[in-house]
């Protein structure tokens, strides 16, 4: 069976009353027949049969063992790292979620747990920097913004081997692209507010678990500290998940032709896609990836912050905001949006400079998103130029 067909059909008729949609079960408690006799459910922070339906459903796409939905995506990475203790220490890639990096930094650093930023690029920088007190390897492949792919299959034989836990954020990716699972890690995080919920009309966060016994013990969390997903946002993701396949195919098509654009543009320093032969990951995520994605980023020639923020005032069909993933096409600029928590010393490090703009395409006709980019920077360039014969005169 195909990928698509096993998807669509992974969703349950509802056994009760054959809808063909997942009833929303919008009920904060279950009445029981005896104390501790109930039909599976007794109170819904614990558990919820829309929910239930929704994290049966990732398990079976990212190829694991337990499927855990949370209120968002900040809330899964937080279970993920109440797995460890102090004194206990994280590989984490250097181009991190900036929220992610906040929550390492601000609030985890203070409770004891250390984490060292490397470039996941290249495995052995990973092998190097593991300690004895190592718990866990965190990783993003695509990295959000600048798109660098790890290779998680060789990342994970060295987690086994030096007995961590590897984690992937797939975020980016989403299963029908990618299986971190089948190449070997353990845990999968999703910000499912992205594509996976693909509209921009919700927040949630998943995790997913190769090993059962793992997934229970985030289960524990996820009831102790109660951030769970309601039964009508579970009900949308279910509905997005639905459409991911086709979503993301679109993504995917649109964003390599963007991608070409602007590599080929005077005013365009460097392009960041996977999909691209210059890209210097490009045969691993050929490798274990069935497309590239729908997020391009780039930098300007004119390096500047001024720069980025004039073109990305400038766009019409590309909207300003955070987030990305959906159906219709946004622009952000990093360095003041979403990772402003980040050091800009360590931003720079990361390769995320000043100048460089992050692109979630749409699934709007191409040929209209390419003019859009092209008359924000044809006004970008005029202004440029006047800049210039004033300074001149």
Not at 253 to 276: C, R, T, W
């Amino acid at each position: 069976m195909q990928a698509t067909t096993q998807l669509i059909h992974s969703i349950p008729v509802d056994p009760l009353t054959g809808a063909i949609s997942v009833p929303i079960y919008q009920t904060s408690t279950f009445v029981q027949e005896a104390p501790g006799v109930n039909k599976g459910y007794d109170y819904a922070r614990s558990g919820n049969p829309t929910r239930a339906t929704l994290e049966d459903i990732i398990a079976q796409l990212e190829n694991g063992s337990v499927g855990l939905a949370f209120s968002s995506g900040l809330a899964a990475i937080d279970a993920v790292i109440k797995l460890l203790q102090s004194g206990d220490e994280i590989i984490a890639v250097d181009d991190i979620y900036g929220g992610a990096f906040r929550l390492f930094e601000q609030v985890y650093k203070k409770f004891g747990v250390r984490v060292t930023y490397v470039d996941a690029t290249d495995p052995s920088t990973i092998f190097n920097a593991i300690t004895n007190k190592t718990k866990l390897i965190w990783i993003e492949t695509p990295t959000n913004p600048t798109l660098k792919i790890s290779d998680i299959e060789a990342i994970a034989k060295i987690a086994k081997a030096r007995r961590c836990l590897l984690c992937v954020d797939n975020t980016f990716a989403s299963p029908a692209l990618q299986k971190p699972i089948s190449l070997g890690a353990d845990i999968v995080v999703h910000s499912a507010t992205k594509y996976l919920g693909g509209h921009s009309d919700l927040i949630a966060g998943l995790v997913i678990t190769a090993d059962k016994e793992l997934g229970e013990k985030i289960k524990f969390f996820q009831n102790a500290t109660g951030a769970i997903l309601s039964p009508f946002d579970s009900w949308l993701l279910i509905r997005g998940i639905e459409t991911l396949p086709l979503r993301i195919k679109q993504h995917c098509a649109s964003a390599l032709e963007i991608a070409i654009f602007l590599e080929q543009h005077p005013l365009v320093e460097n392009v960041f896609y996977p999909g691209l032969k210059s890209h210097p990951n490009h045969t691993i995520a050929k490798k274990q990836a069935k497309g590239f994605g729908g997020v391009v980023s780039f930098t300007l020639k004119n390096d500047t912050e001024e720069a980025a923020i004039e073109f990305a005032t400038s766009t019409t069909l590309f909207k300003l905001a955070e987030s990305l993933g959906g159906i219709k096409s946004l622009l952000s600029h990093p360095a003041t949006m979403t990772h402003k928590s980040i050091p800009a010393q360590k931003r720079k490090e990361a390769g995320v400079s000043d100048s460089l703009l992050r692109l979630s395409v749409g699934l709007e006709d191409v040929e209209d998103l390419l003019q859009d980019l092209e008359q924000a920077l044809a006004k970008l360039s005029v202004n440029s130029h006047e800049k210039a014969e004033v300074v001149f005169n």
